[in-house]
């Protein structure tokens, strides 16, 4: 991999991260509210763990393969 697309990624990462950390605190805010949209919770929460995913992957793309 070549230092722009690393840089890249690293990049997006930290998009990413920032995003999911936003995403905790806005659905532990509406699952203690008094009135809670579960529709909108469930999308919240399946967002979340996309962005989760796509996380996972791009630092997977980050380590280097070893070949044994």
Avoid at 11 to 38: P, S, T
Avoid at 55 to 61: H, T
Wanted: charged share 35%.
């Amino acid at each position: 991999m070549d230092e722009i697309n690393q840089i890249a990624i690293e990049k997006r990462l930290l998009f990413l991260r920032e995003e999911h950390r936003d995403l905790d605190i806005a659905i532990e805010q509406l699952a203690h509210g008094v009135h809670h949209d579960q529709l909108r919770l469930g999308r919240m929460k399946k967002r979340k763990l996309a962005l989760k995913d796509e996380i996972l992957y791009l630092e997977s793309q980050l380590v280097p393969d070893i070949i044994a």
